[in-house]
C-alpha cells in the first residue's frame, strides 16, 4: 500500500512545527521530529487515511522540511526541489501569516489529544475544506448538525421575532412554502474555526440562521464569508 499524498491539515502542522525552530531545525533522529511522526500519525487515524508503515515516519517528515527550505526565501542554501503544488500554496498562505498558522495547528493538536471521534460528513470533504484543513472543517460541520443547539436557536429567533428569515437574504422557507416550510432553516456557526478548542460548549450566539443557498456560498470557498460579507454580496447584486 502506497502513502496517501499529505494533506492540508499534516502540512500545516508541520510548516508550524518548522517556523518555530528555523534556522535550527532539529535532525531526523531528534526527539521532536520523531514526537511530530508520532502526532502526524495520530491525524493519520482521525482522518480515516491509510498507509504503510513508513507513513509519516521521521525521515519524511525532515524532507517535507527541506521542501519547505526550498520556498523559503529566508534560506540561503537551495533545499530540496519536489514540494508539491499544496506545500507552496499553504508557505504563501502563512507566511505572512504565522499567529494564524500556530492557532490553526494548536486547534488541531487538541483535536488530535482527544479522546473526540470525528466523523466524516454528508458532504465532500474536498468541496467544504477551509484553511484550517479537514480535521477542524469536519469538527464545524459536526457542531452545525448538533440538533439540540440549532433547535434551540430556531426556537429562540421563533419566539422572538415569529418567524425564521435567512440573516443573508431574508428568505423564509414559511412564506414561500406554507406550513411544509414551517421551521426550516440551517444554522451557520459563525466562530472562527481557528478558535474551536475540544469541550467548548456552542452558545447561542455563535449560531446564525441562513438558507441553503446562502449556507453553501458562506463554504463555497477559502476563505468562508462571514454573515456581514455575505449580507454585503446579496445587496450588491441587488442594486446592480
Wanted: charged share 30%; with cysteine; hydrophobic share 30%.
Amino acid at each position: 500500500m502506497k502513502n496517501p499524498k499529505w494533506t492540508r491539515d499534516e502540512l500545516i502542522l508541520t510548516l508550524d512545527f518548522y517556523h518555530k525552530h528555523y534556522p535550527k531545525i532539529p535532525e531526523t533522529n531528534s526527539d521532536d521530529v520523531i514526537e511530530l511522526s508520532n502526532v502526524l500519525r495520530g491525524l493519520k487515524h482521525k482522518l480515516g487515511l491509510e498507509g504503510n508503515e513508513s507513513f509519516r515516519n521521521p525521515n519524511g517528515v525532515s524532507m517535507k522540511m527541506m521542501n519547505f527550505h526550498h520556498f523559503n526565501p529566508e534560506h540561503s542554501a537551495k533545499g530540496l526541489k519536489g514540494g508539491s503544488k499544496l506545500d507552496k500554496e499553504i508557505w504563501d498562505e502563512f507566511y505572512d501569516n504565522r499567529l494564524i498558522l500556530s492557532q490553526i495547528s494548536d486547534s488541531i493538536h487538541d483535536v488530535i489529544k482527544s479522546d473526540k471521534t470525528i466523523l466524516t460528513v454528508d458532504v465532500d470533504d474536498s468541496d467544504i475544506e477551509t484553511q484550517e484543513g479537514r480535521l477542524l472543517t469536519r469538527t464545524h460541520w459536526y457542531r452545525e448538525r448538533n440538533r439540540k443547539i440549532t433547535d434551540k436557536k430556531k426556537s429562540q429567533v421563533l419566539e422572538l421575532t415569529g418567524h425564521l428569515k435567512c440573516e443573508g437574504c431574508d428568505f423564509d422557507f414559511q412564506k414561500y412554502y406554507g406550513n411544509h416550510g414551517f421551521g426550516f432553516i440551517e444554522c451557520h456557526h459563525v466562530k472562527p474555526i481557528s478558535e474551536i478548542r475540544i469541550g467548548e460548549k456552542t452558545k447561542l450566539e455563535d449560531l446564525s440562521l441562513v438558507c441553503s443557498n446562502c449556507h453553501r456560498m458562506i463554504h463555497r470557498k477559502k476563505p468562508w464569508l462571514t454573515i456581514v460579507q455575505l449580507k454585503d454580496l446579496v445587496s450588491s447584486s441587488f442594486s446592480d
